[in-house]
Protein backbone atom coordinates (compact mmCIF):
# COMPACT_ATOMS: atom_id res chain seq x y z
CA UNK A 1 0.00 0.00 0.00
CA UNK A 2 0.82 3.70 -0.53
CA UNK A 3 2.44 4.99 2.09
CA UNK A 4 0.67 8.16 2.38
CA UNK A 5 -2.94 6.13 1.65
CA UNK A 6 -1.54 3.90 4.57
CA UNK A 7 -0.63 6.75 6.73
CA UNK A 8 -4.20 8.32 5.69
CA UNK A 9 -6.14 4.69 6.38
CA UNK A 10 -4.25 4.66 9.89
CA UNK A 11 -5.67 8.24 10.91
CA UNK A 12 -9.65 7.16 9.67
CA UNK A 13 -9.74 3.29 11.49
CA UNK A 14 -8.14 5.86 14.37
CA UNK A 15 -10.91 8.65 14.40
CA UNK A 16 -13.57 5.68 13.70
CA UNK A 17 -12.74 4.06 17.66
CA UNK A 18 -10.42 1.04 15.52
CA UNK A 19 -6.98 0.39 17.29
CA UNK A 20 -4.22 2.65 16.36
CA UNK A 21 -0.68 1.45 15.61
CA UNK A 22 0.23 4.32 18.11
CA UNK A 23 3.98 5.09 17.32
CA UNK A 24 3.52 3.71 14.06
CA UNK A 25 1.31 6.05 13.27
CA UNK A 26 3.13 8.81 14.18
CA UNK A 27 6.22 7.37 12.06
CA UNK A 28 3.81 7.37 8.90
CA UNK A 29 2.15 10.89 9.19
CA UNK A 30 5.84 12.16 9.75
CA UNK A 31 6.43 10.85 6.25
CA UNK A 32 3.46 12.45 5.03
CA UNK A 33 4.83 15.34 6.26
CA UNK A 34 8.04 15.17 4.63
CA UNK A 35 6.36 14.30 1.12
CA UNK A 36 4.23 17.04 2.15
CA UNK A 37 7.49 19.35 2.63
CA UNK A 38 9.24 17.98 -0.08
CA UNK A 39 6.81 18.69 -2.42
CA UNK A 40 6.05 22.41 -1.29
CA UNK A 41 10.05 23.01 -1.52
CA UNK A 42 10.25 21.89 -5.39
CA UNK A 43 7.27 24.18 -6.28
CA UNK A 44 8.69 26.77 -4.85
CA UNK A 45 12.51 26.44 -6.38
CA UNK A 46 10.32 25.87 -9.72
CA UNK A 47 8.48 28.88 -9.10
CA UNK A 48 11.19 30.65 -8.16
CA UNK A 49 12.75 29.59 -11.40
CA UNK A 50 9.89 30.57 -13.32
CA UNK A 51 9.83 33.84 -11.88
CA UNK A 52 13.90 34.40 -12.57
CA UNK A 53 12.86 33.57 -16.62
CA UNK A 54 10.19 36.05 -16.21
CA UNK A 55 12.41 39.08 -14.79
CA UNK A 56 14.82 38.12 -17.91
CA UNK A 57 11.83 38.94 -20.27
CA UNK A 58 10.90 41.99 -18.54
CA UNK A 59 14.40 43.19 -18.71
CA UNK A 60 14.80 42.37 -22.50
CA UNK A 61 11.37 44.16 -23.18
CA UNK A 62 12.72 47.12 -21.56
CA UNK A 63 16.01 46.86 -23.81
CA UNK A 64 13.59 46.83 -26.53
CA UNK A 65 11.01 49.10 -25.91
CA UNK A 66 11.77 51.46 -23.08
CA UNK A 67 9.13 53.87 -21.86
CA UNK A 68 7.98 54.16 -25.17
CA UNK A 69 3.88 54.65 -26.24
CA UNK A 70 4.19 51.53 -27.84
CA UNK A 71 4.86 49.64 -24.52
CA UNK A 72 2.21 51.66 -22.95
CA UNK A 73 -0.51 50.42 -25.75
CA UNK A 74 0.39 46.74 -25.12
CA UNK A 75 -0.08 47.65 -21.27
CA UNK A 76 -3.48 49.02 -22.00
CA UNK A 77 -4.70 46.64 -24.34
CA UNK A 78 -3.77 43.74 -21.77
CA UNK A 79 -5.18 45.29 -19.02
CA UNK A 80 -9.04 44.12 -18.71
CA UNK A 81 -7.73 40.30 -20.54
CA UNK A 82 -5.13 40.46 -17.41
CA UNK A 83 -7.83 41.38 -14.91
CA UNK A 84 -10.20 38.91 -16.12
CA UNK A 85 -7.49 36.03 -16.33
CA UNK A 86 -6.21 36.84 -12.58
CA UNK A 87 -10.19 36.04 -11.60
CA UNK A 88 -10.56 32.70 -13.42
CA UNK A 89 -7.13 31.72 -12.09
CA UNK A 90 -8.05 32.76 -8.51
CA UNK A 91 -11.24 30.82 -8.74
CA UNK A 92 -10.85 27.53 -10.53
CA UNK A 93 -8.41 25.52 -8.16
CA UNK A 94 -10.72 26.35 -4.55
CA UNK A 95 -13.86 25.50 -6.07
CA UNK A 96 -12.40 22.53 -8.30
CA UNK A 97 -10.04 20.97 -6.16
CA UNK A 98 -12.24 19.77 -2.93
CA UNK A 99 -14.95 18.88 -5.23
CA UNK A 100 -12.70 16.64 -7.56
CA UNK A 101 -10.83 14.81 -4.36
CA UNK A 102 -14.73 14.16 -2.44
CA UNK A 103 -15.67 12.84 -5.46
CA UNK A 104 -12.51 10.80 -6.15
CA UNK A 105 -12.56 9.48 -3.01
CA UNK A 106 -16.37 8.48 -2.50
CA UNK A 107 -17.21 7.63 -5.56
CA UNK A 108 -14.16 6.52 -7.58
CA UNK A 109 -11.65 7.61 -10.31
CA UNK A 110 -14.16 7.40 -12.99
CA UNK A 111 -17.04 9.67 -11.41
CA UNK A 112 -14.15 11.86 -10.64
CA UNK A 113 -12.80 11.67 -14.39
CA UNK A 114 -16.38 12.29 -15.79
CA UNK A 115 -17.13 15.70 -13.28
CA UNK A 116 -13.26 17.10 -14.68
CA UNK A 117 -14.26 16.32 -18.32
CA UNK A 118 -18.04 18.03 -17.42
CA UNK A 119 -16.09 21.24 -16.31
CA UNK A 120 -13.77 21.01 -18.43
CA UNK A 121 -16.41 21.67 -21.56
CA UNK A 122 -18.92 23.75 -19.45
CA UNK A 123 -15.40 26.05 -18.95
CA UNK A 124 -14.63 26.07 -22.76
CA UNK A 125 -18.15 27.46 -23.33
CA UNK A 126 -18.64 29.62 -20.86
CA UNK A 127 -14.92 31.20 -21.84
CA UNK A 128 -16.03 31.20 -25.72
CA UNK A 129 -18.91 32.81 -25.12
CA UNK A 130 -17.01 35.65 -22.46
CA UNK A 131 -14.89 36.28 -25.01
CA UNK A 132 -16.77 37.03 -28.04
CA UNK A 133 -18.76 39.54 -25.59
CA UNK A 134 -15.67 41.04 -24.86
CA UNK A 135 -14.63 41.36 -28.83
CA UNK A 136 -18.07 42.63 -29.43
CA UNK A 137 -18.62 45.65 -26.51
CA UNK A 138 -15.01 45.96 -25.31
CA UNK A 139 -13.58 47.79 -28.50
CA UNK A 140 -15.95 50.62 -28.12
CA UNK A 141 -15.22 51.45 -24.43
CA UNK A 142 -11.61 51.23 -25.44
CA UNK A 143 -11.82 54.09 -28.05
CA UNK A 144 -14.27 55.86 -25.40
CA UNK A 145 -11.93 55.84 -22.76
CA UNK A 146 -8.83 56.06 -25.04
CA UNK A 147 -10.35 59.28 -26.73
CA UNK A 148 -7.03 61.67 -26.20
CA UNK A 149 -4.26 59.41 -27.93
CA UNK A 150 -4.14 59.77 -31.84
CA UNK A 151 -6.08 57.62 -33.99
CA UNK A 152 -2.80 55.18 -34.85
CA UNK A 153 -2.25 54.54 -31.28
CA UNK A 154 -5.71 53.59 -30.43
CA UNK A 155 -5.86 51.18 -33.68
CA UNK A 156 -2.65 49.63 -32.16
CA UNK A 157 -4.54 49.15 -28.71
CA UNK A 158 -7.60 47.50 -30.31
CA UNK A 159 -4.93 45.58 -32.42
CA UNK A 160 -3.15 44.29 -29.98
CA UNK A 161 -6.61 43.97 -27.65
CA UNK A 162 -7.94 41.41 -30.29
CA UNK A 163 -4.59 39.33 -30.62
CA UNK A 164 -4.66 38.72 -26.55
CA UNK A 165 -7.73 37.93 -25.89
CA UNK A 166 -7.47 34.40 -26.89
CA UNK A 167 -5.41 34.58 -23.53
CA UNK A 168 -8.76 34.78 -21.64
CA UNK A 169 -9.56 30.69 -23.20
CA UNK A 170 -6.13 29.43 -23.44
CA UNK A 171 -5.44 30.18 -19.62
CA UNK A 172 -8.55 28.72 -18.36
CA UNK A 173 -8.19 25.43 -19.77
CA UNK A 174 -4.43 25.23 -18.38
CA UNK A 175 -6.37 26.42 -15.26
CA UNK A 176 -8.63 23.13 -15.06
CA UNK A 177 -5.78 20.92 -16.17
CA UNK A 178 -3.41 22.75 -13.63
CA UNK A 179 -6.76 21.64 -11.12
CA UNK A 180 -6.92 18.15 -11.98
CA UNK A 181 -2.81 17.56 -11.96
CA UNK A 182 -2.71 19.36 -8.49
CA UNK A 183 -5.39 17.35 -7.09
CA UNK A 184 -3.66 14.09 -8.63
CA UNK A 185 -0.55 15.61 -6.59
CA UNK A 186 1.54 15.73 -10.12
CA UNK A 187 2.82 18.88 -9.47
CA UNK A 188 5.88 18.43 -11.65
CA UNK A 189 4.34 19.71 -14.45
CA UNK A 190 2.14 22.38 -12.96
CA UNK A 191 5.15 24.07 -11.40
CA UNK A 192 7.65 23.92 -14.63
CA UNK A 193 5.37 24.13 -17.06
CA UNK A 194 5.00 27.80 -16.87
CA UNK A 195 8.17 28.70 -17.13
CA UNK A 196 7.58 27.97 -21.05
CA UNK A 197 5.53 31.47 -20.93
CA UNK A 198 8.44 33.52 -20.93
CA UNK A 199 10.70 31.42 -22.79
CA UNK A 200 8.30 31.90 -25.89
CA UNK A 201 7.79 35.30 -25.18
CA UNK A 202 11.62 35.79 -25.23
CA UNK A 203 12.47 34.07 -28.51
CA UNK A 204 9.71 35.97 -30.32
CA UNK A 205 11.31 39.43 -29.19
CA UNK A 206 14.56 37.97 -29.83
CA UNK A 207 13.28 36.66 -33.66
CA UNK A 208 10.58 38.90 -34.31
CA UNK A 209 11.57 42.14 -32.03
CA UNK A 210 12.72 44.34 -34.98
CA UNK A 211 10.11 43.63 -37.33
CA UNK A 212 7.09 42.92 -35.66
CA UNK A 213 7.63 45.47 -32.86
CA UNK A 214 5.02 45.56 -29.57
CA UNK A 215 3.39 43.01 -31.55
CA UNK A 216 6.02 40.07 -30.95
CA UNK A 217 5.23 40.58 -27.09
CA UNK A 218 1.78 39.66 -27.48
CA UNK A 219 3.27 37.21 -30.60
CA UNK A 220 5.47 35.10 -27.51
CA UNK A 221 2.89 35.29 -24.66
CA UNK A 222 0.05 33.49 -27.32
CA UNK A 223 2.74 30.94 -28.60
CA UNK A 224 3.96 30.29 -25.00
CA UNK A 225 -0.06 29.82 -23.57
CA UNK A 226 -0.64 27.51 -26.61
CA UNK A 227 3.10 25.29 -25.70
CA UNK A 228 1.54 25.56 -22.15
CA UNK A 229 -1.81 24.01 -22.85
CA UNK A 230 0.22 21.11 -24.81
CA UNK A 231 2.26 20.31 -21.94
CA UNK A 232 -0.81 20.07 -19.44
CA UNK A 233 -2.80 18.01 -21.93
CA UNK A 234 -0.31 15.77 -22.97
CA UNK A 235 0.05 15.29 -19.23
CA UNK A 236 -3.79 14.58 -18.09
CA UNK A 237 -3.96 12.03 -21.20
CA UNK A 238 -0.85 10.32 -19.49
CA UNK A 239 -2.80 9.74 -16.92
CA UNK A 240 -6.00 7.81 -19.23
CA UNK A 241 -8.69 10.65 -18.78
CA UNK A 242 -11.26 9.53 -20.98
CA UNK A 243 -13.39 12.79 -22.67
CA UNK A 244 -17.28 13.00 -21.55
CA UNK A 245 -18.82 14.68 -25.11
CA UNK A 246 -22.13 15.96 -23.12
CA UNK A 247 -21.80 17.51 -19.61
CA UNK A 248 -24.82 16.03 -17.43
CA UNK A 249 -25.93 20.07 -16.04
CA UNK A 250 -28.15 18.28 -12.54
CA UNK A 251 -24.57 16.27 -11.54
CA UNK A 252 -25.07 16.77 -7.88
CA UNK A 253 -20.46 17.28 -8.34
CA UNK A 254 -21.06 19.83 -11.19
CA UNK A 255 -23.80 21.77 -8.88
CA UNK A 256 -21.31 21.67 -5.40
CA UNK A 257 -18.87 22.82 -7.79
CA UNK A 258 -20.64 25.81 -9.39
CA UNK A 259 -21.85 26.69 -5.34
CA UNK A 260 -18.27 27.07 -4.91
CA UNK A 261 -17.16 28.82 -7.75
CA UNK A 262 -19.61 31.75 -7.91
CA UNK A 263 -18.58 33.40 -4.38
CA UNK A 264 -14.63 32.49 -4.77
CA UNK A 265 -15.05 34.04 -8.07
CA UNK A 266 -16.78 37.42 -6.46
CA UNK A 267 -14.03 37.12 -3.76
CA UNK A 268 -11.16 36.65 -6.59
CA UNK A 269 -12.86 39.71 -9.12
CA UNK A 270 -13.18 42.36 -5.47
CA UNK A 271 -9.49 41.00 -4.39
CA UNK A 272 -7.84 41.70 -8.00
CA UNK A 273 -9.13 45.00 -7.95
CA UNK A 274 -7.40 46.09 -5.06
CA UNK A 275 -4.37 47.05 -6.90
CA UNK A 276 -6.47 48.66 -9.29
CA UNK A 277 -7.33 50.87 -6.32
CA UNK A 278 -4.54 51.48 -4.93
CA UNK A 279 -2.81 52.53 -8.20
CA UNK A 280 -5.34 54.72 -8.53
CA UNK A 281 -5.36 56.62 -5.56
CA UNK A 282 -1.68 56.79 -5.31
CA UNK A 283 -2.24 58.63 -8.45
CA UNK A 284 -3.44 61.45 -6.33
CA UNK A 285 -0.56 61.92 -4.77
CA UNK A 286 2.32 63.98 -5.72
CA UNK A 287 4.52 62.49 -8.86
CA UNK A 288 6.18 59.39 -8.31
CA UNK A 289 3.58 58.11 -5.92
CA UNK A 290 2.46 55.46 -8.66
CA UNK A 291 6.16 54.30 -9.50
CA UNK A 292 7.28 54.30 -5.55
CA UNK A 293 4.44 51.99 -4.64
CA UNK A 294 5.20 49.62 -7.91
CA UNK A 295 9.02 49.45 -6.99
CA UNK A 296 8.29 48.85 -3.21
CA UNK A 297 5.94 46.44 -3.78
CA UNK A 298 8.54 44.25 -6.83
CA UNK A 299 10.66 42.42 -3.92
CA UNK A 300 7.96 41.67 -0.93
CA UNK A 301 5.83 40.71 -4.27
CA UNK A 302 8.49 37.77 -5.75
CA UNK A 303 8.86 36.50 -1.58
CA UNK A 304 4.72 35.84 -1.98
CA UNK A 305 4.21 34.32 -4.90
CA UNK A 306 7.25 31.47 -4.02
CA UNK A 307 5.89 31.10 -0.87
CA UNK A 308 2.16 30.79 -1.50
CA UNK A 309 2.81 28.41 -4.54
CA UNK A 310 5.04 26.43 -2.79
CA UNK A 311 2.65 26.19 0.26
CA UNK A 312 -1.10 26.75 -1.11
CA UNK A 313 -0.40 24.49 -4.28
CA UNK A 314 0.58 21.61 -2.15
CA UNK A 315 -1.93 21.83 0.85
CA UNK A 316 -5.17 22.52 -0.57
CA UNK A 317 -4.93 18.85 -2.02
CA UNK A 318 -4.13 16.82 1.09
CA UNK A 319 -6.38 19.16 3.26
CA UNK A 320 -9.10 18.08 0.90
CA UNK A 321 -8.48 14.44 0.76
CA UNK A 322 -8.81 14.91 4.80
CA UNK A 323 -12.22 16.91 4.24
CA UNK A 324 -13.24 14.27 1.71
CA UNK A 325 -12.63 11.33 4.32
CA UNK A 326 -13.85 13.14 7.56
CA UNK A 327 -10.28 13.23 9.51
CA UNK A 328 -10.86 16.26 11.01
CA UNK A 329 -8.37 15.67 13.94
CA UNK A 330 -5.32 14.71 11.23
CA UNK A 331 -7.12 17.68 9.39
CA UNK A 332 -6.75 19.94 12.82
CA UNK A 333 -3.17 18.99 13.47
CA UNK A 334 -1.19 19.06 10.20
CA UNK A 335 -3.14 23.08 10.20
CA UNK A 336 -1.17 23.85 13.57
CA UNK A 337 2.00 22.46 12.07
CA UNK A 338 1.73 24.41 8.98
CA UNK A 339 0.77 27.52 11.04
CA UNK A 340 4.02 26.85 13.16
CA UNK A 341 6.32 26.65 10.07
CA UNK A 342 4.81 29.35 8.55
CA UNK A 343 5.29 31.96 11.29
CA UNK A 344 9.08 30.07 12.13
CA UNK A 345 9.79 31.38 8.53
CA UNK A 346 8.08 34.81 7.79
CA UNK A 347 8.74 36.75 10.66
CA UNK A 348 12.48 36.38 10.22
CA UNK A 349 12.21 37.07 6.64
CA UNK A 350 9.90 39.99 7.33
CA UNK A 351 12.37 41.48 9.88
CA UNK A 352 15.82 41.07 7.96
CA UNK A 353 13.72 43.11 5.09
CA UNK A 354 12.56 45.51 6.70
CA UNK A 355 16.57 46.16 8.33
CA UNK A 356 17.62 45.84 4.89
CA UNK A 357 15.11 47.69 2.84
CA UNK A 358 16.98 50.29 1.35
CA UNK A 359 20.07 48.46 0.53
CA UNK A 360 17.95 45.64 -1.17
CA UNK A 361 15.98 48.82 -3.50
CA UNK A 362 20.05 50.07 -3.91
CA UNK A 363 21.18 47.01 -4.71
CA UNK A 364 18.00 46.54 -7.62
CA UNK A 365 17.27 49.82 -8.62
CA UNK A 366 19.85 52.59 -7.75
CA UNK A 367 21.21 53.58 -11.34
CA UNK A 368 21.08 55.77 -13.93
CA UNK A 369 17.70 58.35 -13.39
CA UNK A 370 16.80 56.24 -10.04
CA UNK A 371 19.00 58.51 -7.82
CA UNK A 372 19.31 58.09 -3.75
CA UNK A 373 16.31 59.75 -3.18
CA UNK A 374 14.30 57.35 -4.95
CA UNK A 375 15.97 54.67 -3.06
CA UNK A 376 14.70 56.01 0.03
CA UNK A 377 11.71 57.29 -0.98
CA UNK A 378 10.85 53.54 -2.22
CA UNK A 379 12.90 51.57 0.72
CA UNK A 380 10.00 53.33 3.29
CA UNK A 381 7.55 52.19 1.18
CA UNK A 382 8.85 48.37 1.03
CA UNK A 383 9.03 48.27 4.70
CA UNK A 384 5.37 49.07 4.88
CA UNK A 385 5.18 46.00 2.40
CA UNK A 386 7.25 43.71 4.46
CA UNK A 387 5.04 43.95 7.46
CA UNK A 388 2.02 41.94 5.31
CA UNK A 389 4.12 38.88 4.85
CA UNK A 390 3.48 36.84 8.30
CA UNK A 391 -0.33 37.52 7.81
CA UNK A 392 -0.64 37.13 4.00
CA UNK A 393 0.48 33.75 4.29
CA UNK A 394 -1.25 32.28 6.85
CA UNK A 395 -4.17 33.92 4.90
CA UNK A 396 -3.66 32.20 2.03
CA UNK A 397 -3.15 28.57 4.34
CA UNK A 398 -6.70 29.41 5.73
CA UNK A 399 -8.22 30.33 2.14
CA UNK A 400 -6.84 26.75 1.30
CA UNK A 401 -8.71 25.21 4.51
CA UNK A 402 -11.86 26.75 3.80
CA UNK A 403 -11.55 26.00 0.43
CA UNK A 404 -10.97 22.18 1.20
CA UNK A 405 -14.45 22.51 3.58
CA UNK A 406 -16.41 23.87 0.68
CA UNK A 407 -17.21 26.92 2.77
CA UNK A 408 -16.00 29.23 -0.28
CA UNK A 409 -18.85 31.59 0.91
CA UNK A 410 -16.61 32.61 3.84
CA UNK A 411 -13.99 34.16 1.52
CA UNK A 412 -16.36 36.55 -0.08
CA UNK A 413 -17.79 37.98 3.22
CA UNK A 414 -13.69 38.26 3.78
CA UNK A 415 -13.43 40.11 0.91
CA UNK A 416 -15.80 42.91 1.49
CA UNK A 417 -14.06 43.47 4.64
CA UNK A 418 -10.85 43.65 3.07
CA UNK A 419 -11.87 45.69 0.02
CA UNK A 420 -13.81 48.35 2.06
CA UNK A 421 -11.07 48.06 5.22
CA UNK A 422 -8.45 48.86 2.56
CA UNK A 423 -10.05 52.11 1.03
CA UNK A 424 -11.22 53.14 4.06
CA UNK A 425 -7.13 53.12 5.59
CA UNK A 426 -6.01 53.97 2.03
CA UNK A 427 -7.72 57.44 2.35
CA UNK A 428 -6.32 57.89 6.17
CA UNK A 429 -2.85 56.54 5.94
CA UNK A 430 -1.97 58.21 2.47
CA UNK A 431 -2.76 61.56 3.92
CA UNK A 432 -0.02 61.37 6.46
CA UNK A 433 2.61 58.87 4.86
CA UNK A 434 2.13 59.59 1.27
CA UNK A 435 2.75 56.20 -1.04
CA UNK A 436 3.73 54.19 2.30
CA UNK A 437 0.27 55.11 3.86
CA UNK A 438 -1.25 52.95 0.97
CA UNK A 439 1.98 50.15 1.67
CA UNK A 440 0.65 50.36 5.21
CA UNK A 441 -2.96 49.66 4.86
CA UNK A 442 -2.34 47.04 2.77
CA UNK A 443 -0.14 45.15 5.33
CA UNK A 444 -3.19 46.42 8.08
CA UNK A 445 -5.67 44.56 6.26
CA UNK A 446 -3.90 41.41 5.89
CA UNK A 447 -3.39 41.52 9.34
CA UNK A 448 -7.49 41.65 9.66
CA UNK A 449 -7.94 39.30 6.73
CA UNK A 450 -5.78 36.42 9.07
CA UNK A 451 -7.35 36.77 12.20
CA UNK A 452 -11.20 36.79 10.51
CA UNK A 453 -10.01 33.89 8.14
CA UNK A 454 -8.66 32.13 11.08
CA UNK A 455 -11.80 32.34 13.37
CA UNK A 456 -14.48 31.26 10.42
CA UNK A 457 -11.80 28.62 9.66
CA UNK A 458 -11.54 27.06 13.05
CA UNK A 459 -15.38 27.63 13.25
CA UNK A 460 -16.01 25.76 10.11
CA UNK A 461 -13.87 22.88 11.12
CA UNK A 462 -15.45 22.57 14.90
CA UNK A 463 -18.84 22.65 12.80
CA UNK A 464 -18.04 19.67 11.10
CA UNK A 465 -16.18 17.74 13.78
CA UNK A 466 -19.45 17.57 15.75
CA UNK A 467 -21.49 16.04 13.04
Known sequence: MNLKLKALKLNI????????????DRVFMRSVNRHIYSSAAFV?????????????????????????????????????????????????????????IQVRENLGIQAAQRLFCEVL????????????????????????????????????????????????????????CEAVLNASEKFIFTALAPCIVPVM????????????????????????????LLILTY?????????????????PAIIRVSRQYFPTMAASAMMCSTALIDQSMASMLVAGSVSALNFGNKIVAFVLTIETAAIGTVVLPYFSRLAATSDWSALKRTLITYVKLILLTTIP??????????????????????????????AWVQMMFFIQIPFYSVSILMVKLISSLQANKILLWGTIISVSLNILLNFILAKSMGAAGIALSTSVVYAVSALYLTIMARKALEQLSIK
Open 235 to 251: AVISRSIKMTLMPHLRD
Open 13 to 24: DSARGKPSLGWC
Open 201 to 228: TIASLLLFGSRAGIYSIALGVISGLVAH
Open 121 to 176: IITTLALVIASMVMATTVPSALSLAYSQYPANRIELILGLFYLTLPCIVLTGLCGI
Open 349 to 378: ITIIGMMFSEKLVALLFERGKFGSDDTARV
Open 44 to 100: GIATSATKIVGMTKEILVAAFFGMSGDLDAYLLAVLLPTYIINVITGSIDASFIPVY
